[in-house]
């Protein structure tokens, strides 16, 4: 069993909780393997959320942060060690989690005060989108994709 950390912003909720597997993990908070993002939020911890969660609208999405990137909803955080295998989340490798609530207002004032990142999609210097710009995403992905051909 592997200590995952699982984190609901509409909850304001962060709790450790024990998996046989990152899929186990993940199905527990309804994120689907397959529709999901990997990305690390700290050096040894790496996050998993909803691949589309920042295009979510905002006036029905919570939020959170941890080092100023900006988290839509639900994730899973989980640690590994020096050779990228997934290891157990501890107290010490958890990075602080500030929470938003939910809708755009808080968020912005979170990035007016350096507190949080603007989410943005750039292909070079070209910005493609920026949060919280409704779109949609595959749209988003083929103008990258068409200013990096």
Do not use: C
């Amino acid at each position: 069993m592997i200590t995952f950390g699982i984190l609901r912003a509409d909850l304001q909720a962060f709790a450790f909780s024990r998996f046989e597997t990152l899929n186990d993990a993940l199905l527990s908070i309804g994120l689907k393997p397959g529709e999901v993002d990997h990305g690390t939020v700290a050096p040894g911890v790496s996050i998993v959320v909803y691949q589309f969660g920042l295009y979510l609208p905002p006036e029905k999405t919570y939020y959170a942060s941890i080092n100023r990137q900006l988290i839509a909803d639900r994730a899973v955080l989980y640690a590994y060690d020096k050779y990228g295998e997934t290891a157990s989340l501890t107290t010490l490798s958890l990075p602080k989690i500030l929470y938003h609530g939910m809708g755009q207002e808080n968020v912005e004032k979170a990035i007016q005060a350096g507190i949080v990142n603007r989410p943005v999609v750039k292909a070079g210097p070209n910005l493609i989108w920026q949060w919280p710009e409704q779109v949609d995403p595959e749209e988003t992905i083929e103008k990258a994709l068409d200013q990096l051909r």
